[in-house]
Nanobody, 128 residues
Framework: QVQLVESGGGSVQPGGSLRLSCAVS????????LGWFRQAQGKEREGVAS?????????YYTDSVKGRFTISRDSAKNTVYLQLNSLAPEDTAMYYC????????????????????WGQGTQVTVSS
């Protein structure tokens, strides 16, 4: 089992920034892919970014956030971050951290069906 706790959400104006954190605990050795997802009201859950937790990080992003969001990890703290820059109203959503069960050489899936463990989410609201 893996437990995930997100934090760092909030309300910002367009163009603003936030840094989301995901604290990971439990059987972290058995999960080598972590991802960030988001779900806006009335819409499907969307994969945002993913990262390997062992070896090279190899971050992977959905096209809509490339150049604006950055996923990173701090292995010593068992924490994964999502830096959100140049935020726009369409980025408003609940953001979730998720982990895949198993060890993978590549972590490029942003399909929420591939992820087994989920945090409770943190809300990001972008409005003027």
């Amino acid at each position: 089992q893996v437990q995930l706790v997100e934090s760092g959400g909030g309300s910002v104006q367009p163009g603003g920034s936030l840094r989301l954190s995901c604290a990971v605990s439990g059987n972290t050795y058995g999960s080598t892919c972590l991802g960030w997802f988001r779900q806006a009201q009335g819409k499907e859950r969307e994969g945002v970014a993913s990262i390997r937790t062992l070896g090279g990080a190899s971050p992977y992003y959905t096209d809509s956030v490339k150049g604006r969001f950055t996923i990173s990890r701090d292995s010593a703290k068992n924490t994964v971050y999502l830096q959100l820059n140049s935020l726009a109203p369409e980025d408003t959503a609940m953001y979730y951290c998720a982990a895949r069960k198993g060890r993978f050489a590549s972590c490029t899936s942003l399909n929420f069906n591939d992820y087994d463990y989920w945090g409770q989410g943190t809300q990001v609201t972008v409005s003027s």
